[in-house]
């Protein structure tokens, strides 16, 4: 599934399907690629603070393994 427009992304992270188990969030605003990376971890995740939960991926990890 790919969320382009902002409303559509909107609802996705008010209710994101039962069914999801991972999904890439990038954009140019590191920023708002956290915030709603945060969101959708909150709601997804039992612990999102734990990192066998959730994993996060940085621009930098993904050129080390270049």
């Known amino acids: 599934m790919i969320l382009g427009k ?3 992304i909107e ?3 008010s209710r ?3 069914g999801v188990r ?3 969030i990038y954009g140019r605003d590191l920023g708002v690629v956290r915030e709603r990376g945060q969101q959708l971890a909150a709601k997804i995740a039992k612990h999102p ?3 066998f939960d959730v994993a ?3 621009d930098g990890d993904l050129d080390a393994d270049a």
């Open 49 to 51: 603070n734990d990192p």
């Open 56 to 58: 996060q991926l940085t």
């Open 16 to 18: 994101p399907d039962a």
């Open 11 to 13: 609802r996705f992270l």
């Open 6 to 8: 902002r409303p559509d």
């Open 22 to 24: 991972a999904a890439l």
